[in-house]
């Protein structure tokens, strides 16, 4: 057995140590620690979907990464469960975890299965009360999305149609351009079939492509098709 090291916000360690080869310095650190010498495991934890793409930009051999867990937001159906089940309280007592029905609904058409962008919904409700819309806290992307459309007309609408209609496109190599673009622009997130991503079934891998997109969120899924299913 060996000891773990979690990294949380792991984007910031490669602004760790001063002079211009500290990044690499970093990153060498951890890939001598854990491969070459296996003293220690390391799982580096971030919030920005490209950060393989920033850790390769910085010298680290992606295939020097064990395995990749992509935890995108809850699974609808499993936050709707959360918002709506009445469970048994310690003494016996019946409670409700989140809401009705009918606000339940509405929060996740918009927010999908995000529970901070919801957290942050149901703070600005409370403050705002009628000057509250529920387009707030939804990701900035619809620009991003036409970068994407202008640079890659047929693959970038070929591949977020994909991700709009079934959650999940099917890639041949994260380096494809299109693919690192969509990524980039925190529009989708690449995940692979040796890794463990949440909500994503075994059957929607094929033996030709084992690399994937999936939107970064529900909502963002909503917003992809409100922009591309009708191209």
Not at 45 to 50: F, R
Not at 127 to 137: H, I, M, S
Not at 139 to 151: A, Y
Not at 171 to 176: A, F, G
Request: charge should be negative; proline fraction near 5%; include cysteine.
């Amino acid at each position: 057995e060996r000891p773990v090291l979690i990294v949380d916000e792991a984007n910031e360690v490669l602004g760790l140590g001063r002079g211009p080869s500290s990044k690499s310095r970093t990153l060498d650190l951890i890939v001598k620690l854990t491969k070459q010498e296996k003293r220690l495991h390391v799982i580096l934890a971030s919030t920005e979907y490209a950060y393989p793409y920033l850790l390769e930009d910085n010298g680290l051999n992606l295939n020097d990464i064990g395995g990749v867990f992509f935890a995108g937001e809850i699974p609808p159906k499993s936050m709707w469960e959360l918002l709506v089940t009445k469970k048994k309280g310690g003494e016996g007592d019946e409670y409700l975890i989140g809401m009705g029905e009918n606000m339940a609904r509405l929060l996740i058409a918009s927010y999908g299965g995000h529970l901070l962008r919801m957290i942050k919904a149901l703070l600005s409700l409370t403050l705002e009360k009628e000057d509250f819309f529920l387009g707030q806290n939804l990701n900035p992307i619809g620009s991003n999305i036409t970068r994407v459309l202008k640079q890659f007309p047929r693959d970038g609408l070929r591949y977020l149609r994909k991700m709009a209609e079934c959650g999940f496109a099917l890639v041949s190599e994260p380096s494809e351009p299109v693919v690192e673009m969509i990524v980039r622009c925190n529009i989708g997130g690449i995940i692979d079939v040796h890794g463990t991503v949440v909500d994503v079934p075994d059957s929607v891998w094929t033996s030709s492509s084992g690399y994937g997109l999936v939107p970064i969120s529900e909502s963002a899924r909503n917003l992809i098709a409100m922009r591309v299913l009708a191209l």
